[in-house]
């Protein structure tokens, strides 16, 4: 029993220079940059307030 599988790709141009739309929105905004940043400074946060408030209760930490 065996299957045969065949495909074919064509590559369509969406402007004269032969780029495609992908190549205009190449990267990230800075809105969602700083987003970006922003939420993981805010996690940051969270993480060292809750190890500054549980390595008195632990002995294993420090």
Not at 11 to 18: E, I, W
Not at 24 to 47: E, K, M, P, R
């Amino acid at each position: 029993m065996s299957t045969t599988t065949t495909s074919s790709a064509t590559a369509t141009s969406t402007s004269d220079d032969g780029s495609g739309s992908a190549q205009t929105d190449a990267g990230i905004s800075i809105v969602a940059f700083f987003t970006a940043l922003s939420t993981s400074l805010v996690i940051f946060g969270i993480q060292m307030g809750f190890f500054l408030l549980l390595r008195n209760k632990l002995a294993r930490i420090l």
